[in-house]
């Protein structure tokens, strides 16, 4: 059970226990993880902060975890072994090493048979499908019969493993427990003759031999319970860092549907009058300057979202960006939830993709419930303002606020024919505050004033130049980025945004770029009903986007969950009831991933969004490069391809002498 939102409501978050015995089970349970979280893992082994680091609590002085404190506090083995299972009793075989490489070099190895037996009463399988995977847990002994067993195995094997793991521990042994990342690939043999090869990847938390000693020879049940008690808080610990549940702060959850019907008519009227202005020309706001209807208010009925949009950023732009030095301003992307945010006089309308109304959930600490929410706020901001932006929600705060990103109006007076430069202005000056108003609202007090239910915070931007300095407010926590900047940003993000100096542009802005991390591209999808023949039986998963003229481009081909992401998108559908999925495409292994469902959504990507997408993982344009290119001096020659290709050829000659060097040791010994 879980607190969320800010009404303290409670949510359930939905385990099954699954017993292998029970013949009658329904609830899938998924054995391993995907393949993306084994490379994400043990890709950058100790080189990198992962949720491996972060499940030993690897910490330091000043709060900025580098590589070489994971080095200090952790090691790494490697091993691989090959298994031979199935003889009767509950035995295998298992030789070190791979047996493809023994048969190459004509090697003798022994092994050993030893009888592993699972201890079924105290075997619990939880079945988690709002989790990235499903938790077993396990007891079970292992005793060793036979020490000298060379191969050939005997006779009898069902299955033969290859294991390739990876093992973790803290080198103050001040963790009982061991870390195993395991790639097992299974051959069954079938008739005696190997037949087609399974591979999982498994995550195994191993309670250390002195520690299970321990605990088997407590001197009493108060003992047994104490250490009981104080490992599994730790297994606790380690389990919230590597199977992170989603965390509960859901913006939605503190929005609500605005309460005032006409007022949110109003808000939309000034978006009217802003669409038209761009392309007539001729201002008059919808809102007089005491809050009040004007007479000249014009409505839309069918008047689409008027935000500006962004294009991905390709490898193509970099140069565009290079050259036009100050002619665009850099900022994180945030990942947050868009509005508009309008001041009527007596009330704010967020304005939502949908052009629906919403207003922040009352602050728990308002003394009247009845009065507006952004009532604190309202007498100091000139009525027609209207500000571009994100609910986002402060990670240590724990609360919502309000992003600001542009400004479209201020007050009886438009800005978007102006260039990016002088609306920032506005937002540093905040100009659309009334003459003489005693608050700032950009105070960062406010954002700690508990009365104040939707604060709003300045977006950070910077040249191009500093960008390399802008990711450094950047970290990685529980697989989620961070952007940390004072004490007013605190939040999640994705990206980064170029945003031109140029007028503002209602819809797609071409030169208003958008770079997103490469594990954060993705793509909107909708989620379609079974085919008319579809039995019930087998996989009804189906899934599209749209095409030319409102018609539907079945994707079900292309884009395939594995199970554990599918069972975690159906967990999240039925709780949302949304059909808008959003999901990624993991160019390094191959694998589609399931991120979110996006309820703040009525229609998925296009197919040329789509293309697009695929294109920029195809570009593949990560983080290193961009923070080098956009380093480079105004008129400086940009040498990324020239530098990359000399280092690759370093780290080919480093590899070359690496193998001499052990093949000379070989040669030495034999």
Known sequence: MVTVGADKKQVLANAFFCSSSDNQLVVPFVSGVTKLHFVRWTGSGLS?????????????????????????????????????????????VCYPGEENAWKRKNQRVVGKMERKQRQTDGMMDLSLPSASYDLRLMAATEHVEDGNVTYPPPSGWTTKRLKRRRSYRRRDKTFAWQLDITEVTTVSAAGGKPS?????????????????????????????????????????????????????????????????????????????????FLSTKEWSSAITSDGQPSP?????????????????FSRHNIEEVQRSDGDYFLSEKTDGVRYLMIFTGKTVVLVDRRNEGKQPVPAPSAKDTNADPMAPLIPHVQP???????????????????????????????????PFGERRK??????????????????????????????????????????????????????????????????????????????????????????????????????????????????????????????????????????????????DRHESGAKIAEVGFDPETGEWYYLTMRPDKIASNHISTVLGTLLELAECLGTNELRYRMNITSGGRDTYRKDTRAMQKQLLDHQRKQLKS???GKNGRR
């Open 48 to 92: 990198e902060i992962s949720p491996i680091s972060q499940a030993y609590a690897v910490r330091s002085s000043s709060g900025t975890v580098t590589p070489q404190h994971i080095k200090r506090d952790l090691e790494e083995e490697e091993t691989i072994e090959t298994v031979f299972a199935g003889y009767s009793g509950d035995r295998r």
């Open 196 to 276: 087609d090869e399974a591979v999982v990847f498994e995550i195994e938390l191993e309670l250390s031999q002195s520690s299970t000693q321990k605990l088997i020879q407590a001197p009493d049940d108060a003992a047994a319970r104490a250490l009981a008690k104080q490992l599994s808080q730790q297994l606790w610990w380690m389990l919230s860092q590597i199977n992170p549940l989603s965390d509960v702060l859901d913006i939605e959850s503190y929005l609500r549907e605005h309460s005032d019907p006409a007022a949110v008519k109003v808000a939309l009227a000034q978006c009217n009058h802003m669409k038209k």
């Open 296 to 312: 000249t208010i014009s409505h839309n009925k069918t008047l689409k979202f008027i935000g500006c949009m962004p294009i991905n």
């Open 384 to 418: 027609g303002t209207v500000l571009d932006g994100e609910v986002v929600i402060h990670r240590q705060l724990r609360r919502p606020m309000f992003i600001v990103f542009d400004v479209m109006c201020c007050g009886q007076t438009p800005l978007v024919q102006y």
């Open 426 to 571: 506005a937002i540093e000056n905040a100009s659309f505050r009334k003459k003489g108003a005693a608050v700032d609202v950009f105070d960062p007090a406010l954002l700690k004033n508990p009365s104040i239910a939707l604060p709003l915070i300045r977006k950070n931007f910077v040249a191009r130049t500093a960008l390399d300095n802008l990711l450094s407010h950047v970290s990685e926590e529980k697989g989620l980025r961070l952007y940390r900047y004072g004490e007013t940003h605190h939040h999640l993000t994705d990206g980064i945004i170029f945003q031109p100096n140029r007028p503002y542009v209602m819809g797609t802005d071409h030169h208003l770029l958008k770079w997103k991390y490469l594990d954060t591209v993705t793509i909107d999808v909708e989620l379609l009903p079974p085919l008319d023949n579809f039995s019930g039986d087998g996989d009804g998963w189906r899934v599209g986007v749209l095409g030319e003229e409102g018609t539907m481009v079945d994707m079900t081909r292309f884009i395939k969950l594995p199970v554990s992401e599918r069972l975690r998108l159906e967990a």
């Open 662 to 664: 052990e093949d000379q």
